[in-house]
């Protein structure tokens, strides 16, 4: 069973960074796809970046330019590098994994970690 744990939320004013992890464990980290999620106060979900198993990116327009999504295979974690941050990125960022593009059919969420962006 896969799980993930994220971490590195906290709370930051406009214009600074932080940076998210996500551990994997359970499986082999390379057959999974591995994207972040984000969840704002009244909003749906809605995907940021997303990393395929051979390093392919993808982000959401709201995000390009200010942050990064990387993985680790060595230390099966994925990265969410976030600069430049605005009120609007307040939210709760959730990692996911799927498995579905690798013939794999498990999607996996972990639990949410809270980014807090306030003057």
């Known amino acids: 069973q896969v799980q993930l744990v994220e971490s590195g939320g906290g709370s930051v004013q406009p214009g600074g960074s932080l940076k998210l992890s996500c551990a994997f464990s359970g499986s082999i980290f390379s057959n999974y796809a591995m994207a972040w999620y984000r969840q704002g106060p009244g909003k749906q979900r809605e995907p940021v970046a997303i990393?395929?198993?051979?390093?392919?990116?993808n982000y959401a327009n709201s995000v390009k330019g200010r942050f990064t999504i990387s993985r680790d295979d060595a230390k099966h974690t994925v990265f969410l590098r976030m600069n430049s941050l605005k009120l609007e990125d307040t939210a709760v960022y959730y990692c996911?994994?799927?498995?579905?593009?690798?013939?794999?059919?498990?999607?996996?969420w972990g639990q949410g970690t809270q980014v807090n962006v306030s003057s």
């Open positions: 990393i395929t198993s051979d390093g392919n990116t």
């Open positions: 996911n994994a799927d498995g579905r593009p690798y013939g794999n059919a498990g999607v996996y």
